[in-house]
């Protein structure tokens, strides 16, 4: 290659993904011990469960297990985001999907910068979660405008990361040498920093008005605040985790455990209480903590359609509606039972998933399938070619995240008194207008992955496209 060859952005984002993993394993070891556990238990899974192992070989999932992973920031203002923007777009990540935490008490709106085609997703599906604070919804005057004035002196970007990401933009991508570049001054922005911009006073007002807010705005820059590693089996890590000296969070957020599992599940454990200083009368500061970064674990399943994510919408709301699980999780018995039992509704073998259009699948034609093309006799829709055995369906696995598990994550890690209801609507368009783009829809993405298989398919069996 020579020097001046460009780099895939896939090639980008895996090295970055690599570097942020070997930064956050470094700061926050509990980190490398969820890591370890997450590799025997996919390990133990794998061994078990051949058809498990051999669908994951068909779709190309086994080899991005083990880079799988996604990460979350909170950034403070407009301009952060907009740059946050240009700067994952150089990784191939973009941004997808609206999610309002605010109807859950956490003043924020987010999205996940995620790779979006299906290429770039089998090489390294890195994803970031990335929640933009509103500062609208801090009542208190005089705090909203303290809180403005701190953010609007901070630039959370080096200089070399913003000369990097207009090279990449006018030149189409980096070279190799601007690459590597490029990653070190990026990763600056996501590391923690022990030193506070401002005193333990101005701390203790955000704080008292949301732990978030003292977070996001009492701080150099959006520091990484989790990542998180794919379990084929999060059941078991969860049961495991305090064997390995880690407490999870009570319940697993998502849906209850299935055959075919759907959507995502996710459990995290605590934010840890770090020594920080805030800017005082010594030259060190003042001394006291700050809680922000734990570890969470997801086991991914298949992507629902809108028909299947209102049945799951449906479903869940009644379950929390019926149990709420207390601060301390004593009756996460009881949300579990109500769980199960509510989702007995949900069909859990893919034949019924798909042909009721619940998910998304990837069509694919069999060894029969092109037999039978050969000799010409083939024809039908392709549920009617799955049931002859001429095309094969795997699921689509689901890429993004859910705001009602979402805010479960933000309030396990946030404590037990976070919790509080904005009386606020949702505002996409403003959202977009920070970020100075708009957000892809998932379900668009999913259903285009799917009707490009079935044209895919239709083609190699030389039949008409459905
Ligand atoms: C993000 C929490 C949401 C997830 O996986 O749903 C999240 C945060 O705490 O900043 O990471
Ligand atoms: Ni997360």
């Known amino acids: 290659?020579?020097?001046?060859?460009?780099?895939?952005?896939?090639?980008?984002?895996?090295?970055?993904?690599?570097?942020?993993?070997?930064?956050?394993?470094?700061?926050v070891p509990q980190y490398g011990t969820l890591l370890e556990l997450v590799?025997?238990?996919?390990?133990?899974?794998?061994?078990?469960?051949?058809?498990?192992?051999?669908?994951?070989?068909?779709?190309?999932?086994?080899?991005?297990?083990?880079?799988?992973?996604?990460?979350?920031?909170?950034?403070?203002?407009?301009?952060?985001?907009?740059?946050?923007?240009?700067?994952?777009?150089?990784?191939?990540?973009?941004?997808?999907?609206?999610?309002?935490?605010?109807?859950?008490?956490v003043p924020v709106h987010s999205t996940a910068f995620r790779p979006i085609d299906d290429a770039a997703l089998r090489r390294n599906p890195f994803r970031v979660f990335t929640s933009l604070l509103r500062l609208e919804l801090i009542e208190d005057e005089n705090l909203r405008h303290d809180a403005q004035q701190i953010l609007a002196a901070r630039d959370i970007f080096t200089a070399d990361v913003?000369?990097?990401?207009y090279l990449a933009e006018k030149n189409g991508g980096l070279t190799q040498v601007q690459a590597e570049q490029f990653v070190t001054q990026a990763l600056e922005t996501f590391r923690w920093h022990s030193d506070a911009t401002v005193s333990l006073n101005s701390y203790q007002k955000m704080h008292d008005a949301h732990r978030l807010i003292a977070d996001v705005v009492c701080f150099k820059g959006p520091h990484i605040n989790h990542l998180t590693p794919r379990t084929l089996d999060i059941d078991a890590v969860q049961k495991t985790m305090p064997e390995r000296g880690i407490s999870p969070k009570a319940v697993?957020?998502?849906?209850?455990?299935?055959?075919?599992?759907?959507?995502?599940?996710?459990?995290?454990?605590?934010?840890?209480?770090?020594?920080?200083?805030?800017?005082?009368?010594?030259p060190k500061g003042t001394p006291g903590t700050h809680t922000a970064r734990f570890g969470e674990i997801e086991q991914r399943g298949v992507a629902l359609t809108a028909k299947g994510r209102?049945?799951?919408?449906?479903?869940?709301?009644?379950v929390r509606q019926a149990v709420q699980i207390n601060a301390g999780g004593s009756n996460a018995r009881d949300y579990e039972t109500e769980?199960?039992?509510?989702?007995?509704?949900?069909?859990?073998?893919?034949?019924?998933?798909?042909?009721?259009?619940?998910?998304?699948?990837?069509?694919?034609?069999?060894?029969?399938?092109?037999?039978?093309?050969?000799n010409?006799?083939?024809?039908?829709?392709?549920?009617?070619?799955?049931?002859?055995?001429y095309l094969r369906a795997d699921p689509i696995i689901y890429e993004d995240f859910l705001p009602v598990s979402a805010a479960g994550i933000f309030q396990s890690n946030?404590?037990?008194?976070?919790?509080?209801?904005?009386?606020?609507?949702?505002?996409?368009?403003?959202?977009?207008?920070?970020?100075?783009?708009?957000?892809?829809?998932e379900l668009a993405l999913y259903a285009k992955t799917q009707q490009v298989s079935i044209d895919r398919a239709f083609d190699a069996l030389g039949l008409k496209k459905s």
Request: charged share 30%; aromatic share 8%; hydrophobic share 40%.
């Open 1 to 27: 290659m020579s020097a001046d060859a460009l780099v895939h952005p896939d090639e980008i984002r895996s090295m970055f993904s690599s570097a942020m993993s070997d930064m956050y394993r470094a700061e």
């Open 39 to 105: 590799a025997d238990k996919n390990d133990e899974t794998l061994k078990a469960d051949h058809a498990l192992h051999d669908s994951l070989t068909g779709n190309d999932e086994l080899d991005r297990l083990d880079v799988e992973r996604h990460g979350a920031i909170r950034l403070g203002k407009a301009e952060e985001l907009f740059t946050m923007r240009r700067l994952f777009a150089v990784m191939g990540m973009h941004p997808v999907g609206y999610y309002d935490l605010s109807v859950a008490g």
């Open 162 to 165: 913003i000369k990097l990401i």
């Open 252 to 282: 697993v957020e998502g849906p209850p455990t299935r055959k075919c599992p759907i959507l995502l599940r996710q459990t995290s454990f605590k934010a840890l209480e770090e020594q920080v200083y805030f800017v005082g009368d010594t």
């Open 310 to 318: 209102a049945l799951y919408d449906t479903l869940l709301a009644s």
């Open 339 to 374: 769980l199960c039992e509510r989702f007995v509704a949900f069909p859990d073998d893919y034949e019924t998933l798909r042909v009721e259009g619940l998910a998304f699948f990837k069509y694919s034609p069999t060894k029969d399938g092109l037999d039978a093309a050969r």
């Open 376 to 389: 010409g006799k083939l024809a039908g829709t392709a549920h009617e070619l799955v049931d002859q055995g």
């Open 414 to 441: 946030l404590g037990g008194d976070a919790q509080k209801n904005y009386q606020t609507h949702s505002n996409q368009d403003e959202f977009e207008q920070a970020l100075g783009a708009s957000v892809r829809d």
